[in-house]
């Protein structure tokens, strides 16, 4: 699992690789998400969160001090190339952060209430994000997200 002090910033092309960041518990924004797409918006993000940008612009990574760029287009590459780097990839047991939004994650109650897409959390631990609402639960997807970075 990742720090939690890790703070991810992912450009617009970084959209699929920022929801596995998160599965694995990364803090990682994604630019489309805040409306920002200028490198010079991006950079500013970047430096005033702490954040550590990851692009696969070259011009923009070699602007952005401690950047990370990406070559690879395809998820599993990208998730290769970030291994390499250094970082973390493996689920976290218990979830952090929401795939849609990135907001921090709670367990629901076994009584909570849930919409009717949702299992019962009786029978299924969920998860809720407080900034988005957006429930989860470790279902088939995250099998294979799980098995996809295994198999890296």
């Not at 490198?39 to 001090?65: F, I």
């Not at 897409?117 to 609402?133: F, V």
């Not at 989860?136 to 799980?146: A, L, N, P, Q, T």
Request: charged share 35%; with cysteine; aromatic share 6%.
């Amino acid at each position: 699992m990742a720090d939690p002090s890790d703070r991810l910033l992912l450009d617009a092309m970084l959209g699929k690789l920022a929801r596995y960041l998160r599965m694995c518990g990364y803090d990682a924004a994604y630019a489309l998400d805040r409306g920002i797409e200028a490198d010079d918006d991006l950079r500013a993000v970047a430096e005033s969160e702490g954040r550590a940008l990851l692009t696969r612009d070259r011009q923009l990574a070699a602007r952005v001090p401690g950047s990370v760029r990406i070559d690879a287009r395809e998820i599993d590459d990208q998730l290769r190339e970030l291994r390499s780097a250094g970082f973390e990839l493996s689920l976290a047991g218990t979830p952090a952060r929401c795939g849609r939004c990135n907001g921090p994650v709670d367990a629901i109650d076994e009584h909570g209430d849930v919409p009717d897409y949702a299992p019962d959390p009786g029978d299924t631990a969920c998860y809720r994000c407080r900034d988005c609402g957006q429930v989860f639960w470790k279902g088939s997807h995250w099998d294979d997200v799980r098995e996809r970075i295994a198999g890296l």
